[in-house]
């Protein structure tokens, strides 16, 4: 039932978009204005050593219908996303993989949203506000679409660029997990509601060199500050050296009210990357570090707001951030030339030196591997296969397969 109300819902949708654009062809709102439908199939398995009772699994379609306007006077426009999963398979107790919906009897399910409902008004050639619910892509608050569909956000979104810099701002109240059909209030142990505001910019000097910063608090729950440099070294024609650094802290603001974040909670983390480029090869080294507590990136502990790490070992399931944590990575990508749109990756990383409450030294590590193709002959279809093994002194060691077929078409 869900995916036919979806589908009647899209070609409802669809079938207006076509005749007001017909009726207002002359309209700022639908001149320049866009409709694209994202398609993604979506095969989760989690194999968990050696209880293979709590194994993970889940296969759902995913659609994404996002529609863009124009601005009416070149000032004012809306743009919206339907979010709709079904259920393809997922057995009760094989939930909890942010595929589909798991209820609280174990049972999974599909969901459907308006995941982006917002509108935008112009101030000027290169700013803007943004109001209402929407995906956002910033180091401190980051709707991660690591699944069948994203995570949302609901608030305010203020941006400006001038020449190189860009700066922006941002103030939400609720947010919407991936598999969330809702959008809900942020609330701390204490059952009060509070809200994140959040302000950040770049700057990009002529010679690459490109400078980051956020700073952003959540009242009474947490405060965090973002940092990172990246700078590309060109060594000859066919190579290149990129050069990256990042740096988090985190620490109470208040009470620290909140799952992980106590009255004392104080955390820092830094990561240094290297890459060398040449063709179609890259080759990585990666070094992180966290001084204090595990870092918590998230606004209310992964209950609404699915905000992850802007760090080079934040990887497919573990992020490397544990108390005390150090973690070395070396990652090699290929893109197959004899076979085009094909690409490839793996990665490995180990990581030591986790403070323990048994006073004991903690340690894991995670094996990636990655094969992507884009078809040649279907514009906008593509094909990712995603494999990670994971063993760890801190969680349950787990072998894992994603596969996901996305396909976007403009209509």
Known sequence: MLIKRTLLVT?????????????????????????????????????????????????????????QSGYINNIVGFDASVFAVGKLHGEDDKGKTGTLRTLSNGEQQGYAKFGQAFFKVKLGENSGVNVGRMTLSTPLLDDSDSRTTPSSTQGVYAYTQYQNLNLYAIWSNKGS??????????????????????????YKFNSGLDLSFAYGEADNVLSQTYASVSYPIALTERDQLNLN????HGETDGDGAQ????????SNLYSLSVQWVRDNKKLSLSYQAVNGDEYQESWDNFTNDDTGL?????????DFDRAGERSLQA????????????????????GDNIKRSDGREGKEWERDIEAKYAFQSIKGLSLHLRNASVRSTEATDLDENRLILNYSVAL
């Open 11 to 67: 070609a409802m949708i669809t079938a207006s978009y076509s005749q007001l654009s017909l009726a207002q062809e002359g309209s700022g709102f639908f001149n320049g204005s866009k409709l694209d439908l994202n398609l993604r199939t979506f095969y989760f398995n989690r194999d968990f050593i050696p209880n293979a009772s709590a194994d993970r699994v889940a296969l759902a379609q995913g659609l994404r219908l996002n529609f």
């Open 177 to 202: 997990a991936k598999t969330s059909q809702e959008f809900r209030d942020y609330t701390d142990s204490n059952g009060s509601d509070y809200s994140i505001a959040i302000a950040g910019g770049n």
């Open 245 to 248: 650094g990042t740096a988090y």
């Open 259 to 266: 799952g992980g974040v106590g009255s004392d909670y104080r």
């Open 310 to 318: 802007y760090s080079s070992n934040s990887v497919q399931v573990l």
């Open 331 to 350: 990652r090699f990508d290929y893109q197959v030339p004899k076979v085009k749109g094909l690409s490839l990756m793996t990665r490995y990383i180990r």
